[in-house]
């Protein structure tokens, strides 16, 4: 199964400014996926990263709030912006081999201020 | 939308026991996923079920695929005190959006006091 390591591990951050969480993949996937886990629940999709095109989101969740960069196959960013108390979770980064197994990552854990 | 219903929602395990976890839902799926994630980590994939009726072993860890590919059921056999987490049923659908992979609630695995 791919190695996937998520940056940073986990930050503690004010109200209004933003976090941007980089996901390194050791090896060339198609399918990489942003994933919300507020605490204590299970995890919602945030949305599909497309390499060499825009993010698909899911209903909930837009461009503005959640950017996210996949510039190749190995390598993704996604960024909360303006942030809120309501945003402190982990968000998990995730990959497709095969046809339908999917690994995550360790997570980054996020605290808003 | 679609959901998946999983319990039970928690239970308390004494080493030695065997455990059942199941996950149901009103809608088809042609994979069922089981994860398992520890505090502070991104969630393991443990077992994937691709058929109907499917059954398959990871160890101490059976899980079969429902035939009517609405169900699926995770046990786990002689449990240690390592099988403490929680447990997350993950299905998927058919292609598009139905393609991602929708999470249960979660089985939370506790130690006996």
């Known amino acids: 199964s791919a190695v996937i390591s998520q940056k940073p591990s986990r930050d503690i951050c004010q109200r209004g400014t933003s976090l941007t969480i980089q996901c390194q993949v050791d090896?060339?996937?198609?399918?990489m996926f942003w994933y919300r886990q507020q605490p204590g629940q299970s995890l919602t999709l945030i949305a599909t990263a497309n390499q060499g095109s825009e993010a698909t989101y899911e209903s909930g969740f837009v461009i503005d709030k959640f950017p996210i960069s996949r510039p190749n196959l190995t390598f993704s960013t996604l960024t909360v912006s303006n942030l809120s108390p309501e945003d402190s979770s982990i968000y998990l980064c995730?990959?497709?081999?095969?046809?339908?197994?999917?690994?995550f990552g360790p997570g980054t854990r996020l605290t808003v201020t | 939308g679609q959901q998946l219903n999983q319990s039970p929602q928690s239970m308390f395990i004494q080493e030695g026991e065997d455990v059942s976890m199941n996950c149901t839902s009103s809608s088809i799926f042609n994979t069922w996923l089981w994860y398992k994630q520890d505090p502070g980590e991104g969630p393991v994939l443990l077992i994937a079920l691709y058929k109907a009726g499917e059954l398959t072993s990871n160890g101490r860890l059976t899980a079969q695929f429902g035939i009517t590919r609405k169900d699926s059921f995770l046990n786990i056999s002689a449990s240690i005190p390592s099988d403490v987490g929680i447990y997350f049923c993950?299905?998927?659908?058919?292609?598009?959006?139905?393609?991602?992979?929708?999470f249960g609630k979660g089985t939370k695995l506790s130690v006996k006091p």
């Open positions: 993950a299905a998927q659908g058919y292609g598009g959006s139905q393609g991602n992979l929708i």
């Open positions: 090896s060339q996937v198609t399918m």
């Open positions: 995730s990959v497709r081999q095969g046809t339908y197994e999917q690994y």
